[in-house]
């Protein structure tokens, strides 16, 4: 065995040692020359992705790099920032943008969905925030509403998808925006409704001065009278009042209206006078109905009768009547009554060169004369409101517009079975109109 003596082997040694430390040194100066790498991971939200560099990774760059950032959303979506590792981001609210290369980064693009909020209005008034039209908003943004009256109208609600409005009957609100939806702010138009009385009592319903109403509204009216009065009458603007008479009734707002509750003193009594009458006429005064009296006034009737018809009477309560047998009389009021105008068709009578025809009140027909032509032949007639007589013929209308006629028929002055709708008819000597 070969010895190697001690101070070759101690050079040999300090031979390798320095090699390997030159070694080290080298390889150190290279690493220290060398730029270091970073790791870029990407991601994103439902709605979009990041198109550029893309996602996932992680993507290696140099220490420095600017890295193109580009992110897209889908239909119905919108980008809305960067998130993560953004320091070095140039715009972390946009979109299309730049990341810097400094250290290992995490970012994510997130991405919202947006929903469409559609307004309008009816006649009367406008949203005046936003506005009226199609916007867009993120899901969940709660939006301000303001609905605006105009003059002469106010804000009654909104209508349509309304079930995240706070409030619908309020004109300034909100709505969260968790879907498309699509409302309408109804306005409707408004009038004044002023109210009065008279001495001697006052309106209790809705009461006295000046209230605004919808219009189409019907609205209660009460008026009650102190004692020692009682209610007359509404007078003023009582187009649409139910029932002018009455102290409780209604009126319907379709204008502006000024209307005044009528009192008056009670008399010591009154009374009521109730007037009707049979078919064939009318009382025309003081009319038909029921009228209230102070005890003691001579109140005027006037009984009128239709063509072909006469008065007859008075019936009922008639002890005060002056004359129940005339038409035109007077009645005086000293109790409540009740009376009755009778009338009855009147008798006509016509005659001929040798006959004579009448008209009875129950609508049959007599006749006397010269018969050789059977212008006498009237004993079946019935319903009969007018008679006419001609030389030897004899002419009836009946009530239901038709016409009868017997007698000479030589010049066809009776033929008239065919005529209808008659209201009067003529007999010449040998014709008919």
Not at 296 to 311: D, K, S
Not at 366 to 383: K, P, S
Not at 384 to 409: L, P
Request: net charge negative; proline share 2%; glycine share 12%.
């Amino acid at each position: 065995m070969k010895i190697i003596p001690s101070s070759r082997r101690n050079r040999y040694i300090a031979g390798v040692g320095i090699v390997l430390v030159t070694i080290a040194l080298v390889v150190g100066m290279v690493s220290w020359l060398s730029d270091p790498t970073y790791d870029l991971t990407i991601a994103s939200t439902a709605g979009g992705s990041v198109s550029t560099p893309g996602e996932a990774g992680p993507y290696t760059y140099d220490e420095g790099t600017v890295v193109n950032l580009s992110a897209e959303a889908e239909e119905g979506y919108r980008f809305v920032e960067w998130t993560g590792d953004v320091d070095t981001i140039a715009n972390v609210n946009a979109a299309a943008t730049t990341i810097t290369m400094n250290g290992d980064y995490f970012i994510t693009a997130k991405f919202v969905k947006q929903y469409d909020l559609t307004i309008s209005s009816t006649a009367g008034g406008s949203v005046t925030t936003p506005g009226e039209g199609t916007f867009d908003y993120d899901e969940g943004t709660v939006v301000k509403l303001v609905a605006e009256a105009n003059e002469g109208y106010w804000f009654v609600e909104w209508t349509g998808d309304v079930g995240t409005i706070a409030n619908v009957e309020a004109a300034a609100t909100t709505i969260t925006m968790n879907g498309d939806y699509s409302i309408t702010a109804e306005f409707v138009k408004q009038y004044d409704f002023t109210i009065s009385s008279t001495g001697g009592g006052s309106v209790t319903t809705p009461g006295e001065g000046t209230f605004t109403y919808d219009e189409g509204t019907v609205v209660s009216l009460v008026a009650e009278a102190n004692e020692g009065y009682w209610f007359d009458s509404w007078t003023g603007d009582v187009g649409t009042i139910a029932n002018v008479n009455a102290a409780s009734t209604t009126i319907t707002m379709n204008d502006n209206y000024y209307i005044t509750a009528n009192f008056e003193a009670i008399p010591p009594t009154r009374y009521s006078l109730t007037i009707s009458s049979t078919a064939g006429g009318s009382v025309t005064t003081p009319g038909e109905g029921t009228f209230n009296y102070d005890e003691g006034t001579v109140v005027n009737l006037v009984a009128e009768a239709e063509e072909g018809y006469q008065f007859v009477n008075w019936t009922g309560d008639v002890g005060t009547i002056d004359n129940v047998e005339a038409a035109t009389t007077t009645i005086t009021m000293n109790g409540d009554y009740s009376i009755t105008a009778n009338f009855e068709r009147a008798p006509m009578v016509a005659a001929g060169v040798g006959h004579t025809v009448g008209r009875k009140t129950d609508g049959t027909a007599v006749a006397v004369g010269l018969n050789g032509d059977g212008q006498c032949n009237v004993g079946g007639w019935t319903d009969i409101t007018q008679v006419a007589a001609g030389h030897s013929h004899t002419v009836g209308v009946k009530a239901d517009g038709t016409v009868v006629a017997v007698g000479w028929n030589d010049e066809g002055q009776c033929d008239v079975g065919n005529w209808t709708d008659i209201d009067q008819v003529a007999a010449g000597e040998l014709h008919t109109v």
